[in-house]
C-alpha cells in the first residue's frame, strides 16, 4: 500500500465478494482508541501530547504523497497496549481519504468527515488540502485536554456556524493550568484560514507538546 509507514493501520489487501460486497483487510491493533481511553478517565495531558506527537507522523507522511485523512478525530487514533512513552499511536480510517486532487466533489462527500472535527473550508465544500487535516488534529486534542469539543455541543447548524464565524475557543477557560502560550497553539492550529494555521502537523505537535510540557501539571 502506498500509506506504509509505523503510525498507519496497514491495509493488507482489499476486493469485492461475488455478490457484489466490498470489503478491506486491516491490521488489528490490540489496545484502545484516543476517544474510548478519555471517557474512560485515562487521558492526562502528557498521553494526549504523545498521541498527537506520534499521529502527526503519520498526516505528514500521508500529506507528502498528496492524501488527505479526512477524519482525524480520537476515536480513530488506535492506542496499543503499550503505556507510558512506549505507546504505540495509529491513525485509521482511510477509507475516506482521497487524494488531494479529487476536490471537484465538492460538499457530496464532506460530511464523511465528523462535523465537530472539521474545518471550515470542508463544510464549505472548498479546495481541501492536508491543512484540513490539520485543523481537526487541532480540534482532537482541544478534545483530549478538556473533555470536551471545540465548538460547542449544539447541534448541526449551530455547530457549522461555530467552525466558520465564532472565534477559535481558549484551553484556559477550561483548564486551569493552561498557559497563553498554550490558548496561542490551538488558535493557530483552528485558524479560519488555512495558510494561517501550522506548516506541517509535526510543527503543531512540537509546539503544542511544549507548550504543555512547559504548564500541565
Not at 18 to 39: C, M, P, R
Not at 46 to 53: E, F
Not at 66 to 89: I, Q, T, Y
Not at 154 to 180: F, V
Request: net charge negative.
Amino acid at each position: 500500500s502506498m500509506l506504509d509507514h509505523p503510525n498507519i493501520v496497514s491495509i493488507y489487501s482489499r476486493g469485492e465478494t461475488d455478490d457484489g460486497q466490498l470489503w478491506i483487510a486491516l491490521q488489528y491493533v490490540e489496545g484502545t482508541d484516543a476517544e474510548a481511553a478519555l471517557k474512560a478517565g485515562e487521558m492526562t495531558a502528557h498521553r494526549a501530547v504523545h498521541i498527537v506527537t506520534e499521529v502527526a507522523k503519520a498526516l505528514d507522511f500521508a500529506h507528502q504523497r498528496g492524501v488527505v485523512h479526512h477524519d482525524v478525530k480520537p476515536a480513530n487514533l488506535l492506542l496499543s497496549d503499550d503505556a507510558g512513552d512506549e505507546e504505540r499511536v495509529l491513525l485509521s480510517d482511510f477509507g475516506v481519504a482521497r487524494p488531494i486532487d479529487d476536490s471537484g466533489r465538492g460538499m457530496d462527500g464532506a460530511f464523511t468527515a465528523t462535523l465537530a472535527y472539521s474545518a471550515p473550508e470542508v463544510i464549505t465544500g472548498e479546495h481541501i488540502d492536508g491543512r484540513a487535516d490539520l485543523y481537526s488534529l487541532g480540534c482532537t486534542l482541544f478534545r483530549l485536554l478538556t473533555g470536551r469539543q471545540p465548538f460547542g455541543d449544539t447541534d448541526d447548524a449551530g455547530t457549522i456556524r461555530a467552525h466558520l464565524e465564532q472565534p477559535q475557543p481558549n484551553l484556559s477557560d477550561h483548564l486551569s493550568w493552561a498557559t497563553a502560550q498554550l490558548d496561542a497553539v490551538i488558535a493557530k492550529a483552528l485558524a479560519k484560514d488555512p495558510a494561517k494555521r501550522f506548516g506541517s502537523a509535526r510543527e503543531f505537535a512540537a509546539a503544542a507538546a511544549e507548550a504543555v510540557r512547559a504548564a500541565a501539571p
